[in-house]
Structures are given as C-alpha cells and as structure tokens.
C-alpha cells in the first residue's frame, strides 16, 4: 500500500499555533501622543460677547511689545521667545503683554513652537487673534505684590505613590504560576474577532487531519 504524508497538515499544526499566541498575547500601546490643547471662543455675536472674560477685546488695547516671527524658524528662535516671556513675568507690569507677528507664510510648526514655548515658559495665558490681526497674543499674567498668601491643606499628604513598570521575565513566570496567565488568555480570547475564531477552528481541523494521517502511516508502516 502506498504510504500518505500530510504535509500541508503538520506545517498548519505548527505556523497556526505560533500565530495564534502572538495575537492573543496581551499588548500595549507605547506610541507617546503629543497633544496640544488649545480652545477657541465662540465667534462675537454681540456687545455682550465682546465684554465678556473669554473675549480677547478687553485686552486688545494693552501696551504689546511686537516680535516678528519670521516663517519656520520660530523653532530656531525658540529660546529667544522663551526669555521674552520670562522678562515679561519679570517685570509684572499691569497691561502689557507680547504680540508674535505671524502672516501667511507662517506654518503649523511656526504655530505649535510658539505654543511649546509658552509651556517651557509656564505661562498659561495666550491667544490666537481670529477675528482680525491673526497674531499670537501672550498677555502679562499680573501679580499682586501686596496680595495676601492664603495657605490650603495639602491634600496629597501621606498619600501612596506608585509608578508602573513592565513586567520582568520572573514576573510573567510568577503570574503563569499563580493563574494569572489564564486569567488573561480567557479574558482577551473573548475580545476576539469573528476571524480568529476561524482561524482556531481551522487549526484543530487541521490537526485532527495530521493526526490521522499520522495514525494511519504508524499503521501502514507496522503491516
């Protein structure tokens, strides 16, 4: 009799396998998103609109000291910027502030700099003039030197603190010794797509397959 070898079987009994625990393989996303929060009032409607906190008229008439920013090299000048803000804080004079100059040739990357800078900085105040000029204004966050300092309890006292880590090599075999591991696997196999499933059903096919195929040629190979 002529002897059956399986081979598409055996190699799915072994690739399948492999594939299927990469994907059931919990992951984590480490891509470092960069987010830059940035909120825009509503358009002025009316009188009321223009006097209110989160308009920029109020102060559009403050004494701004005019910088030019010159089209994508806002990055190269940012320490430039920086200590102009800086100064700024210094002097802590009452209406004033820093008008960056952008046109038409500026870019986003003009823009998100003058926005990092702001964050090296620390200072929280600034805005993108919409409605008319389309400069960026950075007005003077005024401190009263007189002003009383109130003290509040701290509410972060005696608190635990914890960072996370990845997990070492000694770490996933104590968590396999202790369950967790299946916790897990049974927890994400249900988080599977419709075609993993597929996959696995066709994978125990098959094996079922291969190991006929292997009974068969044991017993060929014993006649």
Not at 22 to 40: C, E, Q, R
């Amino acid at each position: 009799m002529k002897k059956i070898y399986y081979f598409p079987g055996l190699i799915s009994a072994i690739i399948i396998p492999i594939l299927f625990w990469y994907y059931i393989s919990p992951h984590i996303d480490k891509t470092v998103y960069n987010i830059m929060d940035f909120g825009i009032p509503t358009k002025l409607s009316s009188e009321r609109d223009i006097n209110s906190k989160n308009s920029f008229e109020s102060i559009r008439n403050w004494k701004y000291k005019k910088i030019k920013v010159i089209s994508n090299k806002a990055k190269e000048n940012s320490a430039f910027y920086v200590s102009e803000v800086k100064k700024l804080q210094k002097r802590n004079e009452k209406n004033t502030g820093i008008e960056f100059i952008l046109d038409k040739n500026s870019t986003y990357g003009d823009f998100a700099s003058l926005i990092n800078d702001m964050a090296i900085a620390r200072h929280e105040t600034y805005g993108l003039d919409i409605e008319k000029t389309g400069h960026f204004f950075v007005p003077v966050i005024y401190k009263d030197p007189n002003a009383k300092v109130f003290k509040y309890e701290c509410l972060l006292c005696n608190d635990n603190l914890t960072d996370y880590r990845d997990p070492t090599v000694m770490d996933k075999i104590s968590d396999f010794i202790n369950g967790e591991y299946y916790k897990t696997f049974f927890q994400n196999i249900s988080k599977l797509p419709k075609g993993a499933f597929i996959i696995i059903f066709g994978f125990l096919l098959f094996l079922n397959i291969s190991m006929l195929s292997i009974k068969e040629r044991f017993q060929l190979s014993l006649k």
